[in-house]
């Protein structure tokens, strides 16, 4: 092999890993992303929690009040089931589920970094060879045009 073929291996390389390295870097924007969206959801549903937890202990002040009228229990009583009901169980649920959605997006994403990072350290190594055999070939080509001039 000529050390022009070489060099045109080692530049195949060199464009290889500087594609992985820009997968790497958009995979890496992706993940900081999905952290914030994490957060952001993490955050929502601490505050929806404590906003329902705030409400349910009002309700308790209102309930533990003296009677005032036939409605003020089933004012209570729907109060209480919408606190405390199907649609609150679903909608903490619901930002539960967005949770594990994002932290299984996270660990997709970290698997192709992964990748990424080992087909580098492949392309790397493949590269690192290719241009031990250059150093070779070219002190073969030197030693072969000194013996031709001789």
């Known amino acids: ?9 080692i530049q195949y ?10 997968e790497k870097v ?3 924007k992706e993940l900081e992303e999905l952290d914030l969206l994490k957060a952001r959801v993490s955050d ?14 009002s309700l308790s002040m209102l309930a533990a009040m003296p009677q005032r009228n036939r409605i003020y229990p089933a004012y209570c009583s729907g109060m209480q089931e919408l606190l405390t009901g199907q649609m609150f169980v679903r909608t903490y649920e619901g930002l539960t589920d967005a949770r594990q ?15 990424c990072e080992r ?5 790397d190594s493949s590269m690192a060879y290719w241009k031990a055999r250059l150093q070779e070939t070219l002190a073969a080509e030197m030693k072969q045009a ?4 001789v």
Request: charge should be neutral; aromatic fraction near 4%; glycine fraction near 8%.
């Open 1 to 9: 092999m000529t050390s022009d073929e070489i060099r045109g291996k």
């Open 13 to 22: 390389y060199e464009q290889l890993i500087a594609g992985y390295i820009e």
């Open 26 to 28: 958009q995979r890496e």
């Open 44 to 57: 929502l549903q601490s505050r929806f929690g404590d906003r329902q937890a705030q409400r349910q202990r």
């Open 101 to 115: 959605k994002v932290a299984g997006k996270q660990g997709d994403i970290m698997s192709l970094l992964e990748d």
């Open 119 to 123: 087909r580098i350290r492949s392309a």
């Open 146 to 149: 000194e013996e031709a001039n």
